[in-house]
């Protein structure tokens, strides 16, 4: 896998992943596809393999992330964590971390937006019966109660006992499966705890989290962590936060103005390039002559994208003409038969038809600008043998 590919893995291992929640639109007329099924038979198989294959992958992937991350962090460079020490941050994060803790908070943070979609997205939704029947649903709304479940009832009586058979199959796996990850994240917690309070800290942490306040803290901090007030106080920070660099952006681009530019190759005289050479233990000649060819490709080079930008400056400008144009044509109402060239006047259309023109030139010559450029690198970049 690639590394950058480990480096989003790595980032969704180490961040909790924001919550994406998107309903689905309301839809005139639901389509039914008929999809052909593979007997199983001949299927099993074959999706065996494919399963433990995918296993497989998944978990080279996962290493590959979890090296990344120690090399990030150096985690091979910490000090051992002393086993007293250990013993006793043992004993805080079991108090912090109790059976059940994490299900509790991803209840708080998820629990209400997911039964909302599922509400959204059950039959007897008004979104649902909407794409059913293809009545809008304002007027899907307007019904009562009874008419609602009078409706859903043709379309789907085991309603309630389907879903509560997915409430009895999947909502223990869920909890099973989050009860999984608590053991290691109570070690992970303690070895941290370990290296950064010392045996005295911890003791009085311990005989805290023994008292009954203690217990109800321990019992309510992480969940508290995605408690509706705190994730609505954070997203009320962000525009502020958004504001603060917009508004400063200009001092800031001032000041990093004044830094000077790294420099390249072509900036290097000879008595660096020779500094340079003794540094990499490399021969002087084979540096000079990359000086020499980079300055001679990126004259080239700057020639063809300075044709690459006017070409493309002037095709956004063609564009955005044809555009005007199209939006003054059409700018007397939203019929569709504004967009019909026929009902347009000889000069709009003469006018519309020759920015189009000048576009497609322009977009060509970009192209062809840009072409030349690749071609120019290609030159300049040697294949590594």
Known sequence: MSTFKNLLLAGAVVLTPAHAYAAPKEAPIAEAVTVAMPAESE???????????????????????????????????????DPAQLALAQQTTNALIPAGSIEKMLDNMYGKLFRAFMDQ?????????????GVDSEKIAALDATSK??????????????EDQINKVIKPLISEALGDLEPPMRDGLARAYARKFSAQQLGDLNAFLATPTGQAYGAEWMSLQADPEVMI?????????????????????????????????SDLTDAELAKLAK???????????????????????????????????????????????????DAAGDYDEAYDRSNWSAADLQKVEDLEAEADKASSAAYDAEQEAVANARKRLKPST
């Open 43 to 81: 299927s099993e198989p074959d999706s065996e393999q494919s399963l433990a294959n995918a296993k497989a992958k998944m978990q080279k992937e996962i290493d590959q992330a979890i090296a990344l991350i120690e090399k990030i962090f150096e985690v091979d460079k910490l000090p051992p964590v």
């Open 149 to 162: 479940t009078a409706i859903a009832d043709m379309f789907d009586p085991h309603r309630k006992e389907r």
């Open 121 to 133: 997205t059950s039959s007897m939704s008004d979104l649902m019966l909407s794409i059913k029947t």
């Open 233 to 265: 106080a954070m997203v009320k920070a962000v525009p502020p936060l958004i504001n603060k660099f917009i508004d400063r952006g200009p001092e800031l681009e001032g000041q990093l103005k004044d830094l000077p530019k790294e420099k390249a190759m």
């Open 279 to 329: 540094l990499m233990k490399v021969d002087v000649k084979t540096l000079k002559e990359n000086r020499d060819m980079w300055n001679d490709d990126m004259t080239t080079d700057a020639t063809a994208v300075d044709a690459v930008d006017a070409a493309g400056d002037a095709a956004d400008a063609a564009a955005d003409a044809a555009d005007a144009a199209a939006a003054t044509a």
